[in-house]
């Protein structure tokens, strides 16, 4: 199945029992740190799938991000890995509200074991998200380490409240198995993995 609409550039295609990540952000623009987190939950998860989601907006960040479109194509830019889905799908749906998206992918794909992809500095936020909670019972959730986050991220209020949930980093290729839980995951760093590669202007 795919859907109607743009911008949506890689098939969104997905086939019953694919495992599926779902990375959510800005990416405006996206850089090495993002590509690193999504190829880190690829390798790690035996993910068949990543969807970057670019959101229309972030209600953390007071600028207005790029175009969509753009950011997008931005996105294809950086990872031209096949299996990496630069996706405008958030855009389509009444609400970008991040529990909704969720919610709406797996009415669409019901055979499809979607994970929840994000950064360590994500992991900071996810508690001042609305519905967090339900993100956290809907799918599992995958937090890569980012530089100068990994010991607050782990100590965050999300963190400490879905403790009884982690899945050691041994076990992260068995994530989404059973009940819905969560792993950190810590990888070798690319050198310039801690540096926004900013686009010229």
């Not at 070798?188 to 010229?200: E, F, K, N, T, Y």
Request: aromatic share 8%.
């Amino acid at each position: 199945m795919s859907f109607p609409g743009k911008p949506a550039f890689k098939s969104e295609t997905l086939a019953p029992g694919m495992r599926v990540g779902l990375y959510g952000g800005s990416f405006d623009p996206p850089h090495a740190g993002h590509v690193h987190v999504a190829r880190t939950a690829m390798k790690r998860l035996g993910l068949h799938r990543v969807w970057w989601l670019a959101s229309p907006a972030n209600p953390f960040k007071a600028c207005p991000p790029a175009p969509l479109d753009e950011r997008l194509k931005w996105i294809e830019d950086a990872v031209p890995e096949p299996r990496m889905v630069a996706s405008g799908f958030e855009a389509r749906l009444p609400s970008s509200r991040t529990v909704d998206v969720i919610a709406a992918l797996q009415a669409r794909f019901p055979r499809v074991r979607f994970y929840w992809v994000m950064g360590a500095d994500g992991l900071l936020e996810l508690h001042r998200w609305k519905g967090w909670g339900e993100i956290a019972a809907r799918v599992p959730i995958c937090v890569v380490s980012r530089p100068g986050a990994s010991v607050r991220a782990r100590l965050s209020p999300a963190a400490r409240r879905l403790a009884p949930f982690r899945v050691p980093p041994s076990r992260a290729g068995a994530l989404g198995a059973g009940p819905p839980g969560w792993t950190y995951l810590t990888e070798r760093l690319h050198a310039h993995a801690s540096r926004d590669l900013r686009r010229p202007a």
